[in-house]
């Protein structure tokens, strides 16, 4: 069985950093692309940033230049850098496993239970 645990959130003030991380089990971390959500009150959940299984990665237009995602295969753990922090930036944080076989990261049905980021202003 998949496991799929986050963890890193917090709260900080707005510029600030924080460093997210979320731990697979139960799969073949190395051959899965990774992906990272975002939700906040009231809102959808959105795709920041994926990462293939050969480290290509990809970021919303809202995060790039300030987030960096990683993954360290030997860990079995993806991370999601978090750098010059906003207000809207606060949400809770979702990490998801890819679709196995998928040429391309698409979200399966494994997600963590989320860990909260609130950026003051």
């Known amino acids: 069985q998949v496991q799929v645990v986050e963890s890193g959130g917090g709260l900080v003030q707005a510029g600030g950093s924080l460093r997210l991380s979320c731990v697979v089990s139960?799969?073949?971390?190395?051959?899965?692309?990774m992906g990272w959500y975002r939700q906040a009150p009231g809102k959808q959940r959105e795709l920041v940033s994926s990462?293939?299984?050969?480290?290509?990665?990809n970021y919303a237009d809202s995060v790039k230049s300030r987030f960096t995602i990683s993954r360290d295969n030997a860990k079995n753990t993806v991370y999601l850098q978090m750098n010059s922090l906003k207000p809207e930036d606060t949400a809770v944080y979702y990490c998801?496993?890819?679709?196995?076989?998928?040429?391309?990261?698409?979200?399966?049905?494994?997600w963590g239970q989320g860990t909260q980021v609130t950026v003051s202003s």
């Open positions: 998801n496993v890819g679709l196995l076989g998928a040429i391309y990261y698409r979200p399966s049905a494994y």
């Open positions: 139960g799969s073949t971390f190395s051959s899965r692309h």
């Open positions: 990462i293939s299984h050969g480290g290509i990665t």
